[in-house]
Every structure is written in C-alpha cells, then in structure tokens.
C-alpha cells in the first residue's frame, strides 16, 4: 500500500532516508502510519503540530559497551541499548531483548511499537525498549550475572522507577531480572520499582509470569466471542515458541477447552496430536533450559520436525505466533487460511510478516495483532508497578481480573476505532488508532520545546 496522504507520505520518506537499512524499524513504522491516514484526514491539528514528524523520532537512544569476564577468564564484549522512544503518557516501559540478532533497528521497532500497546493498556506509561546482543543460551549462572551486572552499571545511569523502568522479554527472564534488580540496588542504594517481573520474594507481582500468555488468551476469546459468536472450546490450537509468552498461552488456551497440539524452539517444532502435556514443556524449558525437541523423548507419540517454520502447515482453527519478528510468512498464512484457520493471535511482536496479516485480513480470519494482543504483559508490568508504589501485593485472582478487564478493554477499543474511522473489523486500523489518539492528545498538550 502507497501513502495517499501527502503529509503521512513525507514523514515516511523521510524516516526511510534516516535510518537506512533498518529493515523491522521502517516495517513497523510503515504499519502504523498506514493505519493513520483517515485519522491525519479528519484532524489537521496532527500535523500542525507536527505530531507525526515527533511519534517517529525516539526521544533517546542509548547505546553502550557491555563487557564482562567468561568462564575461562576471557574479556567479552557486547553491546547494550536502551530506546526511550515516548514519554508523553508516563515514564519509558518496556522489556530488555538479550538475543544474538539484537541491533539498533530492533531495539526500535519494539519501541515505537510499545507506545502504542502501553497507551492501549489504559495505563499511564510511556514507551521504551532495550536489550544486547548478549546470547544467554549455553552460557553459566555466573556468566549470565556478570553480564546483566555490567550490562545494569550503565543502564543505571537512565532509568528509575518514575523515568524508565525495564523487564524482560527474549532472553530475559526471573534470573536476569534478579541479577539486574541486585546490581541497580547495589549501585544506587534504592529498593525501588525500577523493573518488573521482579522474583515475588522481592517486589514481583503475581501473575506477572503468566501474563503476556493469558492475556493474549483472553484476547482472543473475546474477539472469538464478539466477531464470530466463537471461542477455544474444543477448538485446535497451534502456538509457535516456547519460551514464556508460549508456555502461558497454551495453559490458558487450554484452560478456555482448546487443544493445542504444537509448540516450536528456533530448531524445531513439536507436534503432539493428544495435546501438549504443559508440565513436561516446563520441566524442559523452565526448570532444564533445554530445547522443545526433548519433548518427544518423554512424550509417548509425539513428533518433532526440524525447522521452526513448517509448524504452520499443521491444520488448527487458532494459529497464535508466540516467538519472534517475522516468524509467518505470506505462504506460511496461504496454507493456514486453506487448512481452515478462524482466528490469529500475535503473542510475539511483529510475528506475521504485512504481507501476511494481509491475507488474514482479506480471507476474513479473525487477527489480533501483537500491540493489542499481547499487551498483557506490560499492563501486569504497570500493575506490578501501582503494587511497588503503595508497597502492597495483591492476590493472584486480583491481578488475573485486572487482567481479563483490561484485555477485554482493549479488543472493544480497538474494535469501536476500526469502527468509527472506517475500516470495522480490521483491528490493525482499530488498534494502532486508538494507541495513537491518547499519546498524540498528551503530545499536544504539553507543547513543542523551543
Ligand atoms: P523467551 O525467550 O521466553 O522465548 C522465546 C521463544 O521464541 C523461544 O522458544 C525461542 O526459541 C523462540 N525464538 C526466539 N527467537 C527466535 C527466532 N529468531 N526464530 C525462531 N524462534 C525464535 O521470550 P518470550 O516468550 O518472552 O517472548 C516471545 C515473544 O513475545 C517476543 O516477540 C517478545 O517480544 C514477545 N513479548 C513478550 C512479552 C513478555 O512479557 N515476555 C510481552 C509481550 C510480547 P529458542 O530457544 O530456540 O531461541
Ligand atoms: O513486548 C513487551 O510488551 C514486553 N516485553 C513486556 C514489557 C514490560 O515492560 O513488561
């Protein structure tokens, strides 16, 4: 799709001139500014104040030298980032990536995308990213703290529980967060809520680990449940990934009565016609940190497939993209939508490639795209934060209906903005404009600096 809009058309080729070659930065820019062309139409106000030329640009990009020392003695160096890309609504949110593939441009394109999911959440936060190319995978527990240490000594020097607060995502889960949380104490003498998914012994919330999983779940059932009178019950359901935000959706997904019959690594996919015995799966990546294959040899009649992208071929009525960028592709949505899929759901951020959530879209297969469908974790993040403030805990049952509600909100916001600006139905519209309006409004009110 071209840009019609004159002014949005500016602010892209202009993006596109400043960050050359940042492939997923410009890709996840292009999405959202297509989806403001009706919004920039009704209201001029939005480029008078230049509020497009402003959302594209982060407010800071930080990038910084991580060494550490190995095992054997060796200096390592890595490189750190933190994108504080939008401040308007609340203090900089969002997780830290530690994967071999981390680079400015995806450290980016996850941060322009977490101001728009944070705004939808309904909570007053900001949006921010960051991460390292770090690989914890194969690395010691004392390996691993040394890096989140060094990592923590610059990182310190930016964030603070009213200006920028971290969590996890790939890579980074209770144990990086701990070492994280350990050394920012260290350094500042402050036992404050600077991250969350903090450990419950000290200051994490319940249902903050389940959360992005859940809430993606709870997503899809309404959208299931108000677009197609639909739900999981007795539906098959196929969940890319393993890690976190996979293991989480496949307990809910199962809770709601869907069976889901495949879960995936970066090496393979499993395929379990009985539905996934989900004790096992932690006991593998939780508790072992091993690789999904190893399902099959404790698993009576489970299969495994080399290659992480043939998961897709696999029939199911409920396809939600759980692991990475990019993860399905045009051909890869052709062969779901031909095997009868009803419903995506994007657990990861930015798993389905445009040209694949076009497809959806167009063959009329229920999608939730990641800002709104994932968005649970960062809302539980945001609450686990209130809790930090008010130095309390809430139960597990609050924090889960918290939860639900705000899920819930969010498909119906997302759905009356795809609504009202003309595209009913199509939550990529829906949700990238109701994400956009609160941060804009914010941005008008408090001015340009000049
Ligand atoms: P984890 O590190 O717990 O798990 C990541 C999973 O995705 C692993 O199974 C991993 O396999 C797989 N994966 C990672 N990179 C690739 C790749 N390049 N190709 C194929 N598979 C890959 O991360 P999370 O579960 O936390 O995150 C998964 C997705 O969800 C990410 O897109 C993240 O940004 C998003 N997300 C996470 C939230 C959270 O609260 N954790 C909140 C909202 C979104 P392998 O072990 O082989 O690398
Ligand atoms: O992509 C995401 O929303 C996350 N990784 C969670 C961020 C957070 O601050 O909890």
Aim: proline share 3%; net charge negative; with cysteine.
């Amino acid at each position: 799709m071209e840009f019609k809009n004159a002014y949005l058309k500016k602010v892209y080729e202009k993006v596109e001139a400043r960050n050359p070659g940042e492939k997923e930065f410009l890709q996840a820019v292009k999405e959202v500014l297509e989806s403001l062309e009706p919004v920039v139409e009704k209201d001029k106000s939005y480029e008078t104040n230049g509020i497009i030329d402003r959302i594209v640009e982060p407010e800071r990009l930080i990038q910084f030298r991580v060494s550490w020392v190995d095992d054997n003695g060796n200096v390592q160096v890595n490189r750190g980032f933190r994108c504080q890309f939008n401040s308007a609504i609340g203090p900089y949110k969002g997780g830290l990536r530690l994967h071999p593939t981390v680079c400015a441009s995806v450290i980016k394109f996850l941060g322009f995308e977490q101001i728009f999911k944070n705004s939808l959440t309904g909570l007053p936060i900001g949006g921010g990213k960051g991460g390292s190319d770090f690989d914890p995978k194969g690395k010691s527990d004392g390996e691993v703290m040394r890096f989140c240490q060094s990592f923590m000594t610059e990182l310190s020097k930016h964030i603070g529980a009213d200006t920028d607060v971290p969590a996890g995502d790939i890579g980074t889960g209770a144990r990086e967060i701990g070492y994280m949380f350990g050394q920012y104490k260290r350094l500042r003498n402050e036992f404050t809520g600077v991250l969350t998914g903090k450990g419950l012994s000290y200051g994490g919330s319940l249902a903050r680990t389940e959360a992005t999983g859940y809430g993606c779940c709870y997503f899809t059932d309404e959208m299931l449940k108000c677009m197609k009178n639909e739900s999981f019950k007795g539906k098959t359901v196929v969940i890319s990934g393993s890690g976190n935000v996979a293991i989480y959706a496949t307990e809910k997904a199962t809770q709601l009565g869907g069976k889901v019959v495949a879960l995936s690594d970066s090496n393979g996919y499993i395929y379990d016609a009985n539905g996934i015995n989900l004790d096992v799966v932690k006991q593998i990546k939780e508790v072992e940190r091993g690789r999904i294959k190893e399902y099959c040899n404790r698993v009576e009649g489970a299969e495994y497939h080399e290659g992480c992208s043939g998961i897709w071929n696999i029939p199911c009525d409920i396809a939600l993209p759980c692991a990475t960028q990019n993860e399905l592709n045009g051909s890869a949505a052709d062969t779901l939508i031909k095997n009868g899929v009803i419903a995506v759901a994007e657990g990861a951020n930015m798993p389905c490639t445009p040209d694949a959530a076009e497809k959806f879209v167009e063959a009329g297969v229920l999608f939730g795209p990641a800002k709104a469908a994932n968005a649970g974790g960062v809302a539980t993040s945001a609450l686990e934060m209130s809790q930090n403030s008010e130095r309390l805990s809430w139960t597990f049952e609050e924090v889960d209906a918290k939860l639900k509600d705000i899920m819930v909100n969010i498909f119906h916001n997302s759905y009356n903005a795809s609504k009202e600006y003309g595209h009913e139905g199509n939550l990529i519209f829906g949700a990238n404009i109701a994400g956009f309006l609160k941060v804009a409004d914010a941005m008008k009110w408090q001015g340009v600096a000049y």
